[in-house]
């Protein structure tokens, strides 16, 4: 006799383990959410579940395997850089654990990881050794069992992780100083995202100088569906380079301000519009903070990373319209406006 099918509070509970393996293997909101509907369907109709969050993080990850394929293409023609869907605010990770992880606090620390930094990493793996990757590294799954999920021999699946943690730990290596975990916020990085704050009110390259790493860069996602002027269209590295590009933005007095967030589970900020222009939210940045090896040191920003594409925003609440930004800005470039301010809510 075979059990009977989940009922819809079990369906409830694995919904947020689906979509963390989801989200986490395709980087996209709206992709992951058609994932984990379809996966939830799936297990739905399955009997004789044993084991559901290991079941319901198989079907997730076979079918994210096979959109990710076909992403791949799509991303390879984006317009400018691409980076993962924001979200906004404390980013758990439920563990389906098959097994324990092989070592408990590289298994915390990776948990930490999981936020826009880590998946911009992931990016770099192809879509079997990104599975591979995390059915083990980061669910504890044993290596035979990540193989029956991708489809693949047990040596296959060892390789594969091996493969992608050697590519993960070779971008990881920061110059500037050991990067700290990019999904933690600590006090001292709290403060630099306040001091970043009285740089933007400043306007002044001096100001971003005192804040960034000598090899930090700065990288939009606008998808080309942002006005000119509004998202660079590749990345800006060097310190100085950063500091003058960000200066400049700040000059320009757009009718817009800062809110303080967690961004993919790192400090942040979102970028919202004024009253003036109707509200709404502009786009986010994700700070990634690294420190020198000495003790006592500066933290400093080696990264920041914005998105600016609507179709990745809307699951954040009301847009701005951009229309009105770019309307405002013409009509007022002879004009001198106060820089982006912080708004505390």
Request: contains cysteine; proline residues 8%.
């Amino acid at each position: 006799m075979t059990s009977p099918a989940l009922d819809d509070a079990a369906l409830d509970r694995l919904r947020p383990l689906a979509f963390s393996v989801a989200y986490r293997m395709l980087g996209s909101v709206a992709e992951a959410e058609d994932v984990v509907q379809e996966a939830l369907t799936r297990v739905a109709q399955a009997e004789d579940v044993r084991n559901p969050d290991a079941f319901v993080t198989t079907v997730t990850t076979r079918l994210a395997i096979d959109v990710l394929r076909s992403a791949r293409v799509r991303r390879e023609s984006y317009v400018g850089e691409w980076l993962p869907e924001p979200l906004v605010g404390p980013v758990h990770l439920p563990v389906a654990m098959a097994a324990p992880p092989p070592d408990a606090a590289g298994h915390a620390e990776l948990a930490d990881d999981l936020s826009t930094a880590f998946l911009v990493l992931l990016e770099t793996l192809t879509p079997t050794e990104r599975a591979a990757f995390l059915l083990h590294d980061v669910l504890g799954f044993p290596h035979r069992e990540a193989a029956d999920v991708i489809g693949t021999t047990e040596v296959a699946a060892r390789q594969l992780a091996s493969r992608a943690r050697r590519r993960i730990a070779e971008r990881r290596t920061a110059p500037a100083g050991p990067a700290r975990p990019a999904g933690t916020t600590t006090p001292r990085a709290e403060e630099l995202v306040t001091r970043f704050l009285a740089a933007c009110e400043d306007g002044a390259v001096e100001a971003f100088l005192e804040l960034l790493a000598q090899d930090v860069v700065l990288t939009g996602d606008s998808g080309g569906n942002v006005p000119p002027g509004m998202s660079v269209t590749k990345p800006v590295a060097g310190r100085v380079a950063v500091a003058r590009l960000l200066a400049g933005f700040m000059k320009r007095g757009a009718p817009l301000h800062f809110e303080r967030a967690l961004v993919g589970g790192a400090p942040g900020l979102l970028i919202m519009a004024d009253d003036a222009v109707g509200g709404g939210l502009i786009g986010t940045w994700s700070f990634e903070v690294t420190e020198a090896a000495e003790p006592g040191s500066d933290v400093r920003l080696v990264a920041i990373r914005g998105v600016l594409n609507p179709e990745k925003l809307r699951h954040l609440g009301p847009l701005a319209d951009l229309s009105r930004m770019r309307e405002w800005l013409t009509s007022s470039r002879s004009r001198t406006r106060p820089a982006p301010r912080a708004r505390t809510t």
